[in-house]
């Protein structure tokens, strides 16, 4: 007996879930953009985002694998030939979800899922800017280091001379006992 997912579920099957998913991504593949609840967004995104990775591979067996979900061999044609290579140097992050007003029938909470257009820009990481730049402030701080060693020479004559004072103490009462005995 098969395990029941995780979470919600949209229909009240797996079948049917499996199905709905199926042609959300179908109609998302086709026009571009949907509109739809949020919960059916939510759950179509990742799908939707591991086809696209699959016809970004281009290989047969990613072809077969997506056919397995998107029976419209029309739009997985499209996917592999017009969406995918659109993606090809982004990452992930090929759909954007944005949230709409409520339904006007039963106020639930919409939105539109859609393919990202924009190109891809990758960010210029800057970590290595900031560790060349840590390299130069090292020596600077050195010179500050130097003042405190030169403090700390006055507190160790104070730290010599107060065992002094602690050890002549612990002599008296050597001799008081010594007395004593």
Not at 40 to 61: F, N, Q, S, W
Not at 87 to 106: L, Q, S, V
């Amino acid at each position: 007996m098969p395990t029941p997912k995780k979470g919600k579920r949209l229909g009240g099957s797996p079948a049917h879930q499996k199905l709905i998913i199926s042609n959300l991504a179908t109609a998302l593949f086709e026009h571009g953009r949907i509109t739809t609840t949020e919960a059916k967004a939510r759950v179509l995104r990742p799908h939707a985002e591991k086809l696209i990775t699959k016809a970004k591979k281009g290989d047969l067996h990613n072809r077969r694998e997506v056919l397995k979900t998107i029976r419209d061999k029309g739009v997985v044609h499209i996917l592999f030939t017009e969406i995918a290579p659109t993606f090809a140097e982004r990452p992930g992050g090929y759909t954007r979800i944005t949230k709409i007003g409520p339904r006007k029938g039963d106020n639930a909470p919409m939105a539109v899922i859609e393919l990202v257009t924009e190109a891809y820009k990758p960010t210029p990481k800057a970590a290595k800017p900031a560790k060349t730049e840590a390299a130069p402030a090292a020596p600077v701080e050195e010179a500050p280091a130097e003042d405190v060693v030169t403090e700390a020479e006055p507190t160790e004559a104070l730290e010599t001379e107060a065992p002094a004072a602690e050890e002549a103490p612990a002599e008296e009462t050597t001799e008081d006992t010594e007395d004593k005995a």
